[in-house]
């Protein structure tokens, strides 16, 4: 059993079955994801460009860029293809592989941002010791940390997930490769691996949500600055990134803090749709 689920390929559904309304699903799919790419790359180069812009801010805005970009190319180029295609099987192989990276850049990307929350506590609250406290050492340090951190909380699983046998059904009921959808196919107990699952999400959300919760002191700050326009100053360089955390903080929580399989699947191909596409555009 175990060789054949290995060897078995899988189908998958996609957003709807209804010819038209997938049409419309990749206009808009295919023009953000044009838009994500254009907007993103055009900040990478900018910051690597412009001397003006070497500042720890555009040094973590660099790499959230690079991050956005790669986690909308893992997901979403794959789904358009199989729209034109009408092939939808994937191979257990690719499952596991996109699976990997998709958690890996989903995961790096919260702390990330909580990385980001900081250098904005430190640049609006501190600001004469912006430049003493995120100097080039601690920004590299804070993004190795991110991608170690996003490594080991995305390997653990999918090595726990490698060691499952799956029955033969293959439709599986989302447009990419997430573990929600695959444990429902698991004809061994799968109970560990939601549990661990849904431990590590808690424990990642819980610790970058403590750490973007400094918005809370940055807020406080802005308000008792006298100046309307230094205030205006201080909010425009909070605003983007508030929104992308709320964004992606609510989209993780909807889809993941529930504690079987099950009870997400129906609803969470919608919400992914939210921080795959959207929240990298915006």
């Not at 699903?25 to 990478?44: A, P, S």
């Not at 991050?67 to 192989?93: D, G, W």
């Not at 958690?103 to 909580?114: C, H, P």
């Amino acid at each position: 059993m175990r060789n054949q689920s290995r060897e078995m390929e899988y189908i998958l559904l996609g957003l709807t079955d209804d010819p038209q309304l997938q049409i419309v699903i990749f206009i808009f799919l295919f023009i953000n994801y044009v838009l994500i790419m254009m907007g993103n790359l055009t900040i990478i180069l900018l910051t690597l460009l412009d001397p003006r812009l070497k500042t720890p801010m555009y040094f973590f805005l660099r790499n959230f860029s690079f991050m956005e970009a790669s986690l909308t190319t893992v997901c979403i180029p794959r789904y358009l293809i199989c729209i034109v295609t009408k092939n939808k099987i994937i191979a257990y192989n690719g499952y596991a592989s996109q699976f990997f990276f998709f958690s890996l850049l989903d995961i790096t990307e919260f702390y990330l941002l909580a990385a980001m929350s900081f250098d904005r506590y430190v640049a609006i609250c501190k600001p004469l010791h912006y430049l003493i406290i995120m100097n080039n050492k601690v920004c590299y340090q804070l993004l190795f940390s991110s991608w170690t951190v996003g490594f080991l909380l995305s390997f653990v699983p999918l090595a726990v997930g490698l060691t499952l046998d799956f029955c033969p059904s293959r439709g599986i009921d989302h447009f990419m490769c997430d573990i929600s959808p695959i444990l429902q196919l698991s004809c061994t107990d799968a109970h560990f691996l939601e549990l661990l699952a849904f431990v590590l999400v808690i424990v990642t959300l819980m610790v970058t949500l403590l750490l973007t919760l400094s918005y809370t002191y940055i807020i406080n700050t802005i308000l008792k600055i006298p100046s309307a326009q230094k205030r205006t100053k201080a909010f425009s360089t909070c605003s983007s990134h508030m929104i992308v955390v709320s964004l992606t903080y609510g989209s993780c929580i909807f889809n993941y803090i529930k504690p079987t399989a099950k009870e997400r699947v129906t609803l969470s191909k919608g919400v992914t749709v939210i921080y795959t596409s959207v929240a990298p555009l915006l």
